[in-house]
């Protein structure tokens, strides 16, 4: 139907706004400050990943990308990044600025829920709806089609014996 999603369920779990969580599990630079502080939290720590993910797809990779893990991760817990950290402001519109900045409120209780941040300015001006994206694929299909037939006239054979050891004494 057109819709697009964007999903890393590498660390995945269904929480629902009653559950909490309490582990350390995820990608460093995605964290919200209650994950790294394995403090309890729920969706709302999603909302922090989803600004962390605007800030990568504007800048092409994520705050602290130039760290270490575990350096993101203490960074992070001592001293959570503010949008101004993380982006030039200047060089983005006020409304996307501002979504992110919604994202990275600290307080979990304060941070905007998806409902909220559904009804951000950013979303409603930028919004261009399902039927965009099935328009865009129906519209280009040709030179996709194409694109895919040189990935796979470009992929090279795969020998016969590639899964023989030949070390192996079986």
């Not at 709302?44 to 994520?62: H, R």
Request: hydrophobic share 30%; proline share 6%; glycine share 6%.
């Amino acid at each position: 139907d057109g819709t697009a999603k964007l999903g890393d369920f590498g660390g995945g779990a269904k929480l629902t706004e009653e559950e909490y969580r309490h582990s350390k599990k995820g990608s460093p630079y995605w964290m919200s400050p209650q994950v790294v502080l394995q403090k309890d939290y729920s969706i709302e720590t999603d909302i922090w990943s989803l600004g962390i993910t605007c800030v990568e797809l504007a800048e092409s990779e994520p705050p602290f990308a130039d760290l270490k893990p575990l350096a993101v991760m203490n960074k992070i817990g001592k001293n959570p990044p503010k949008v101004e950290d993380v982006i030039n402001v200047e060089e983005y519109s006020e409304s996307f600025v501002d979504f992110i900045r919604q994202c990275l409120i600290v307080d979990p209780n304060k941070r905007p829920t998806a409902k909220e941040l559904i009804e951000h300015e950013f979303i409603k001006k930028n919004s261009k709806g399902k039927d965009f994206v099935k328009k865009l694929i129906d519209n280009n299909m040709d030179e996709i089609k194409k694109q895919i037939d040189e990935k796979i006239n470009n992929i090279k054979e795969i020998p016969d014996n590639i899964y023989n050891n030949k070390d192996s004494d079986s």
